[in-house]
């Protein structure tokens, strides 16, 4: 009992500092990007121009397949595709969390919560650099989400927090069995397509408690309906509060339990 409430106060001040050292999973996370792109002319903004393309071919497609029109559909399924590139960022790419920052783990001592802050940096830049597509489609179907779209600030945090956790669940597991991003990958295909990402909630009609069930549903809608110029329900924020309590206690478990053996298995 005493070892293991001490391994939970080195977990609690593994998260501190790696808050404090800000500068640093900031400056990584950048370079993160940069590294992807080095040489490049547009740089991170080949992700969105490749993005942009895929939204307008699939947004006219779908459109006239669910006889829906386009000025309605393209921008939900825009700010779909958007919101649920980030969430499935977080789950494909938490199985090398931990893995590909293999070189620091050994050499140099650094908190590995700092590997959490810096995934979760890089991915809310490309999220931002790819809200100019979002702004496109704003301006060319003249619409204005008004005040509502402040809603998807908090949205998109408890998207972010759960995505963070989710992935220090994922990191520190699949470093112990390699299998698992494989494994997560394949499961993040099926999500995407029982989720509303390309086809409207109201289409269940009577199997929607099927919807009801999926929390990433939930939390794409916390931060689509703001964008939309809609408030999200209770129902999405009642459900996301949850996964986010569950998701901190299982990745709080994990982290105490196996944080020491993090670098052993890298």
Known sequence: MLQ?????????????DGIVRWPL??????????????????????????MGMMIT??????????????????????????????????LVEGGSLFASAESFIKQVRLPFSIYVYQSTWSKLIIFAHNLIIYGAVL????????AAALLAIPGLVLVLFNGAVASLSIGVVSARFRDIPQFINSIVQILF???????????????????DLNPFYHLLELVRQPLLGRAPTIENYLVASLLSVVNLALAGAIFVRFRSRIAYWV
């Not at 001490?6 to 501190?16: G, N």
């Not at 999973?25 to 490749?50: E, H």
């Not at 301006?139 to 008004?146: D, T, V």
Request: glycine share 6%; aromatic share 18%; hydrophobic share 55%.
């Open 4 to 16: 293991q409430g001490f391994q939970a106060r080195l977990a609690l001040a593994d998260i501190i």
């Open 25 to 50: 999973w900031m400056k990584l996370g950048w370079n993160d990007i940069l590294k992807r792109y080095r040489r490049s002319v547009l740089g991170p903004f080949w992700l969105t121009a490749s």
């Open 57 to 90: 071919v699939l947004g006219v497609l779908y459109a006239n397949l669910f006889n829906t029109p386009v000025h309605d559909f393209l921008p939900y399924l825009c700010v779909g595709i958007l919101v649920w590139t980030l969430i499935s960022s977080f």
């Open 139 to 146: 301006a060319y179907f003249r619409i204005w989400p008004g």
């Open 193 to 211: 397509f029982v989720t509303p990402v390309m086809w409207h909630p109201d289409l269940l009609r009577e199997h929607r408690l099927f919807l």
